[in-house]
């Protein structure tokens, strides 16, 4: 569902609009209900629409109570994840504190992950994406177990 990279703005209230080949399909999807969170792996937000994020939420509660690295990966997914509903003009309104997560000030980078898509600082992204394709080579030779089953 979201390919490839938009570049967007974000304006003086924190509000990204979201491009409008998304839009029909999220009012579909999610009645333009979406979730923001941090990655975990990168300092960029992750946005998913709500019946998505509600299953793996509700993986994420299934997790055991006691489990040290359950509970830590729940305060942080959970723990930041922010309700942004699309509104009448196709923007959320991402919040300061995500947004001071992943350093979004003005130029953001939408890039599409399939089932979500992620928001990065347009000057982050460049550099990711770069260390990315400098490392192609490295990554195919020696793949993971799920990359090796990939036929690209």
């Not at 990655?39 to 998913?48: A, G, N």
């Not at 729940?74 to 959320?92: E, F, N, P």
Request: glycine share 6%; charged share 30%.
């Amino acid at each position: 569902m979201f390919r490839g990279e938009s570049t967007l703005n974000v304006d003086s209230k924190g509000r990204v609009a979201v491009p409008a080949r998304y839009r029909e399909q999220l009012d579909v999807l999610c009645d333009g209900k979406l979730i923001v969170t941090i990655s975990l792996l990168q300092r960029c937000l992750t946005v998913y629409p709500s019946p998505d994020w509600q299953r793996i939420e509700d993986d994420l509660k299934r997790l055991p109570a006691l489990d040290q690295k359950a509970q830590s990966i729940r305060h942080l997914l959970i723990g930041h994840a922010s309700d942004c509903d699309l509104d009448s003009q196709g923007r959320i309104l991402l919040p300061q504190s995500l947004r001071d997560f992943a350093s979004l000030d003005k130029r953001v980078k939408m890039v599409g992950q399939a089932s979500k898509f992620e928001l990065w600082d347009e000057d982050a992204w460049s550099a990711h994406r770069e260390d990315l394709l400098g490392r192609v080579g490295e990554l195919l030779s020696e793949p993971s177990a799920a990359l090796s089953e990939l036929v690209l």
